[in-house]
């Protein structure tokens, strides 16, 4: 019985993270810019073949936002809810390259759908989308991770930008 207890509490901070990317991320850079997507079609742009850039884009979204779940849930055991705040700093996968891996995924996924439907709404939705992601990155994580994790967090955002990809993973002893 002790077996199936262990590989129940192995698999549910992965399950949880998992759920929470499909969920969230899901909805906001899934969801709504299908939705919006559906207003008003007659004032679409016709984007032509770049509309195919989408593609590569939400590949690399959806590859990059899995591999964070899987972070938060194998090496910090929680998932990337505000309200399940990891115990200790994630430096693994897609955070030894950049801070906020989760954000660029989403604003990738939103600009593949612009580029995909040509839709002038969602162009609004991925700059309100940009402003909602600066102001609770810069506003809410980054004091809060400041206070949880100290001259550790500090040494990493010194270290790895916040938005765009170190071209070598970051060491911490380094």
Not at 82 to 89: E, K
Not at 128 to 141: K, T
């Amino acid at each position: 019985m002790a077996t199936s207890n262990t590989a129940g509490s192995e698999i549910w901070p992965l399950a949880k993270s998992f759920l929470f990317v499909f969920v969230v991320p899901g909805f906001l850079a899934g969801c709504v810019p299908i939705l919006i997507s559906w207003y008003r079609p007659d004032l679409a742009i016709d984007t032509g073949i770049v509309s195919y850039a989408a593609i590569p884009l939400w590949i690399a979204g959806a590859l990059v936002l899995l591999s964070c779940a899987w972070c938060f849930g194998i090496h910090a055991r929680s998932s990337p809810a505000h309200f399940d705040m990891p115990q200790r700093l994630i430096l693994h996968g897609p955070y030894l390259y950049m801070r906020n891996p989760m954000y660029v995924a989403q604003l990738l996924a939103v600009f593949g759908y612009m580029l995909w439907f040509g839709s002038p709404f969602l162009a609004v939705w991925l700059a309100i989308y940009v402003i909602g992601v600066l102001l609770l990155a810069y506003l809410y994580e980054e004091p809060l991770l400041r206070r949880l994790f100290g001259e550790s967090y500090e040494h990493y955002r010194r270290n790895v930008s916040a938005w765009i990809p170190r071209l070598t993973p970051y060491e911490q002893d380094a």
